[in-house]
């Protein structure tokens, strides 16, 4: 098949929130159809209304967006396949059932209630299957006359099944996989039309990505072992299959399962690209762009997660992402989640976004009704950066360059909290104002002169907690240096009073 006329589909279930493994997936169909200038597609597969969710699709194309991964077609971007949601193709689905049940590929199956049946042998110790082997036993269409199947169909309740053929090896090929082959004895007759009417998920896909000329199917792992299914029903309708590939899971770190939107409680990171609004509770779980991750940098990150280039370097461009991108270098096996890995990502576009940087912190310190030079702040952004992964983490890192410390960690406050120490602060802060003036106080000069002072490593460590609040901060000499003899030797004095009001 001409890759130049790749067409590839993300085709996501309005059931909740993407996480990182659908975001992933939609990432992977993007670089593949943009590397061969193909068409990226988006079709809602809503066939499952149980457990359908409203402000699911809103969310996925927000989602996508913030991405800078848009589709060129389909939901919320028009087309020429028009409807491309399931929900508004059930005639089109019911003509290629009717095809299938006049080829013999097909038969209606009235007992849609196995429950009973599946404990029937889970007590014997096996496993229900509906299949070549006890098909004729069931009742269904395949043990009736026309007769009974017409008074049937006028009565009862049915679904329609697939009808597989045992005694095949299934010869198959996924692109990241190689070639696979299926015993059909092992197959079970899937239901294509349920007795509602509704096609099931592998009626709908397989009849839309043939009729929307999908050339690529690029899905999670989790669908593999349908694949068969669905290479047998291209059969059937006598269509060629695309060309599949089959995504590695995302797993946890810890090695305990996949990452998965079921479970969102048991994660100590975050699994959305945005953050996601429970409908019922109205609780919201922020995503990676409400903690500060730069989308560039999160595309970045995904696309590394099951895919290697081939070369040393890990920061890309979503245009180099492009032309690197294959799917012959996605990995087979599920890939690990790291989220310091994520955080690292970040760091290194922060980098190229000082001028942000800028922005927050003027704004930051302007609800502090404070005002410093540029100079000044940039020279902050400078002294701080490397101890920052988020832009909103800068205050956190330099605010005592602008203000003094409104509290004192506590456990350090507690251990200084003597007479002891407030001789030492005096002491220090006598020798400073005798041996530097204004004009003298620099990190340099400073650094010389508290190598002449008795236990200067206490006392420097007395200053950074009167200048900072805590044990934090760069270099406590350039921190002296910034402040200025005035207002540093006016925090000393704050923390001495603070002393000696606990005393």
């Given at each position: 098949?001409?890759?130049?006329?790749?067409?590839?589909?993300?085709?996501?279930?309005?059931?909740?929130?993407?996480?990182?493994?659908?975001?992933?997936?939609?990432?992977?169909?993007?670089?593949?159809?943009?590397?061969?200038?193909?068409?990226?597609?988006?079709?809602?597969?809503?066939?499952?209304?149980?457990?359908?969710?409203?402000?699911?699709?809103?969310?996925?194309?927000?989602?996508?967006?913030?991405?800078?991964?848009?589709?060129?077609?389909?939901?919320?971007?028009?087309?020429?396949?028009?409807?491309?949601?399931?929900?508004?193709?059930?005639?089109?689905?019911?003509?290629?059932?009717?095809?299938?049940?006049?080829?013999?590929?097909?038969?209606?199956?009235?007992?849609?209630?196995?429950?009973?049946?599946?404990?029937?042998?889970?007590?014997?110790?096996?496993?229900?299957?509906?299949?070549?082997?006890?098909?004729?036993?069931?009742?269904?269409?395949?043990?009736?006359?026309?007769?009974q199947l017409h008074d049937k169909l006028r009565s009862c309740s049915y679904v329609i099944r697939f009808k597989i053929e045992p005694g095949e090896k299934l010869k198959m090929y996924d692109i990241i996989?190689?070639?696979?082959?299926?015993?059909?004895?092992?197959?079970d007759d899937k239901v294509l039309l349920k007795s509602d009417g509704v096609a099931t998920y592998h009626l709908a896909n397989t009849i839309d990505d043939y009729l929307m000329k999908i050339t690529h199917?690029?899905?999670?792992?989790?669908?593999?072992?349908?694949?068969?299914?669905?290479?047998?029903?291209?059969?059937?309708?006598?269509?060629?299959?695309?060309?599949?590939?089959?995504?590695?899971?995302?797993?946890?770190?810890?090695?305990?399962?996949?990452?998965?939107?079921?479970?969102?409680?048991?994660?100590?990171?975050?699994?959305?690209?945005?953050?996601?609004?429970?409908?019922?509770?109205?609780?919201?779980?922020?995503?990676?762009?409400?903690?500060?991750?730069?989308?560039?940098?999160?595309?970045?990150?995904?696309?590394?997660?099951?895919?290697?280039?081939?070369?040393?370097?890990?920061?890309?461009?979503?245009?180099?992402?492009?032309?690197?991108?294959?799917?012959?270098?996605?990995?087979?096996?599920?890939?690990?989640?790291?989220?310091?890995?994520?955080?690292?990502?970040?760091?290194?576009?922060?980098?190229?976004?000082?001028?942000?940087?800028?922005?927050?912190?003027?704004?930051?310190?302007?609800?502090?009704?404070?005002?410093?030079?540029?100079?000044?702040?940039?020279?902050?952004?400078?002294?701080?950066?490397?101890?920052?992964?988020?832009?909103?983490?800068?205050?956190?890192?330099?605010?005592?360059?602008?203000?003094?410390?409104?509290?004192?960690?506590?456990?350090?406050?507690?251990?200084?909290?003597?007479?002891?120490?407030?001789?030492?602060?005096?002491?220090?802060?006598?020798?400073?104002?005798?041996?530097?003036?204004?004009?003298?106080?620099?990190?340099?000069?400073?650094?010389?002169?508290?190598?002449?002072?008795?236990?200067?490593?206490?006392?420097?460590?007395?200053?950074?907690?009167?200048?900072?609040?805590?044990?934090?901060?760069?270099?406590?000499?350039?921190?002296?240096?910034?402040?200025?003899?005035?207002?540093?030797?006016?925090?000393?004095?704050?923390?001495?009073?603070?002393?000696?009001?606990?005393?």
């Amino acid at each position: 098949m001409s890759l130049d006329s790749v067409r590839v589909r993300f085709a996501p279930s309005p059931t909740g929130p993407l996480h990182l493994g659908g975001i992933r997936t939609a990432l992977y169909n993007y670089l593949f159809a943009k590397k061969h200038n193909g068409a990226f597609i988006l079709r809602i597969e809503d066939t499952d209304q149980k457990r359908f969710v409203k402000s699911s699709e809103s969310y996925i194309l927000e989602a996508l967006k913030w991405c800078n991964i848009e589709p060129d077609e389909g939901v919320g971007y028009g087309g020429h396949y028009f409807p491309y949601y399931q929900s508004k193709r059930l005639d089109v689905y019911r003509t290629y059932v009717n095809k299938l049940l006049k080829k013999g590929n097909a038969y209606y199956a009235f007992d849609i209630d196995l429950d009973q049946k599946r404990k029937e042998y889970n007590h014997r110790g096996l496993i229900f299957s509906y299949n070549s082997k006890i098909r004729m036993d069931l009742n269904n269409s395949l043990t009736m006359t026309e007769k009974q199947l017409h008074d049937k169909l006028r009565s009862c309740s049915y679904v329609i099944r697939f009808k597989i053929e045992p005694g095949e090896k299934l010869k198959m090929y996924d692109i990241i996989r190689g070639n696979i082959i299926v015993d059909t004895d092992n197959l079970d007759d899937k239901v294509l039309l349920k007795s509602d009417g509704v096609a099931t998920y592998h009626l709908a896909n397989t009849i839309d990505d043939y009729l929307m000329k999908i050339t690529h199917v690029i899905r999670g792992e989790e669908w593999l072992p349908s694949m068969s299914l669905h290479v047998l029903l291209y059969r059937a309708l006598g269509w060629t299959p695309p060309n599949f590939a089959h995504l590695p899971l995302i797993l946890r770190n810890n090695g305990k399962g996949k990452i998965s939107k079921r479970n969102t409680d048991s994660f100590n990171f975050p699994i959305y690209p945005i953050q996601w609004k429970i409908p019922k509770t109205k609780v919201v779980i922020p995503g990676y762009r409400e903690l500060g991750y730069f989308p560039e940098a999160f595309v970045n990150m995904l696309a590394l997660l099951g895919w290697n280039p081939g070369i040393k370097r890990e920061i890309f461009s979503l245009q180099e992402l492009i032309n690197l991108f294959s799917l012959e270098k996605i990995t087979k096996s599920g890939v690990y989640f790291n989220i310091k890995k994520a955080n690292w990502f970040n760091k290194k576009y922060l980098n190229k976004k000082q001028e942000e940087i800028f922005v927050f912190l003027s704004k930051k310190i302007k609800t502090h009704s404070i005002f410093f030079k540029k100079n000044y702040l940039w020279k902050v952004i400078y002294l701080t950066m490397d101890r920052i992964h988020f832009i909103h983490e800068i205050w956190e890192h330099s605010f005592y360059f602008f203000i003094s410390p409104s509290f004192y960690e506590a456990s350090f406050f507690k251990k200084i909290c003597n007479e002891k120490t407030i001789v030492q602060l005096e002491n220090a802060k006598k020798i400073l104002l005798c041996n530097i003036n204004l004009n003298q106080f620099t990190s340099i000069n400073l650094r010389c002169l508290f190598k002449t002072i008795k236990n200067k490593h206490q006392i420097m460590q007395l200053f950074r907690f009167s200048l900072v609040g805590s044990l934090k901060g760069i270099d406590i000499f350039i921190i002296l240096e910034m402040l200025g003899k005035e207002e540093s030797m006016r925090r000393v004095e704050k923390l001495i009073n603070q002393i000696k009001e606990k005393i």
